[in-house]
Antibody
Framework: EVQLVESGGGLVKPGGSLRLSCAAS????????MNWVRQAPGKGLEWVSS????????NYADSVKGRFTISRDNAKNSVYLHMNSLRAEDTAVYYC???????????????WGQGTLVTVSS | EIVMTQSPATLSVSPGERVTLSCRAS??????LAWYQQPPGQAPRLLIY???TRATGIPARFSGSGSGTEFTLTINSLQSEDFAVYYC????????FGQGTKVEVK
């Protein structure tokens, strides 16, 4: 069974940092691009960042560019999101999602993890 | 950025009914359109991709149609587990989602 499990969320003060992790299982992790997608409380979905299988092609939404860094460790079947200079508007559930293939730009998201909540508040 | 607009915002329906959800793109996305289902308190799940192809394991009562800028998701004979929020997403350009349509019990 394909499974994605996020961790690392929590409460952080504005300007603070946090690192999210996503552990993958049930598929050949090193053959797929991976994504982070977030959902603010009671709101819709927003793609955040993507990374291809070899970490050669990395993309960010304008809203997080320069503050967030995506990375992966294929030996550990994991993808990470390093978040710096956090703002109140970054408060959201952050989902890890597999792409449909190994792509240079993000495409489809399937499956999704259960999400991890990040709350930015003083 | 391609803006995706879904209508209506909320649909109140009874189990067994047929529902039709709409999604419009601000410019053509060809058939690079996906639909996701998000039950309350759960993660989204891919239903449809390529505008009309059901994802693995998705029941035949779900169908998608359209191309260019106008798309439709139809659910025949709504089941209890289908009450959820539905999102469309384009992937012609950097991915963007619609704001969602909530299908609730009438």
């Amino acid at each position: 069974e394909v499974q994605l499990v996020e961790s690392g969320g929590g409460l952080v003060k504005p300007g603070g940092s946090l690192r999210l992790s996503c552990a993958a299982s049930g598929f050949t992790f090193s053959r797929y691009s991976m994504n982070w997608v977030r959902q603010a409380p009671g709101k819709g979905l927003e793609w955040v960042s993507s990374i291809d299988s070899s970490s050669s092609y990395i993309n960010y939404a304008d809203s997080v560019k320069g503050r967030f860094t995506i990375s992966r460790d294929n030996a550990k079947n994991s993808v990470y999101l390093h978040m710096n200079s956090l703002r109140a508007e970054d408060t959201a559930v952050y989902y890890c999602a597999r792409d449909e293939d190994d792509l240079v730009v993000p495409s489809l998201f399937d499956p999704w993890g259960q999400g991890t909540l990040v709350t930015v508040s003083s | 950025e391609i803006v995706m607009t879904q209508s209506p915002a909320t649909l109140s329906v009874s189990p067994g009914e047929r529902v039709t959800l709409s999604c419009r793109a601000s410019q053509s996305v060809s058939n690079n359109l996906a639909w996701y289902q998000q039950p309350p308190g759960q993660a989204p799940r891919l239903l449809i991709y390529g505008a009309s192809t059901r994802a693995t394991g998705i029941p035949a009562r779900f169908s998608g149609s359209g191309s260019g800028t106008e798309f439709t998701l139809t659910i025949n004979s709504l089941q209890s587990e289908d009450f959820a929020v539905y999102y469309c997403q384009q992937y012609t350009d950097w991915p963007t989602f619609g704001q969602g349509t909530k299908v609730e019990v009438k």
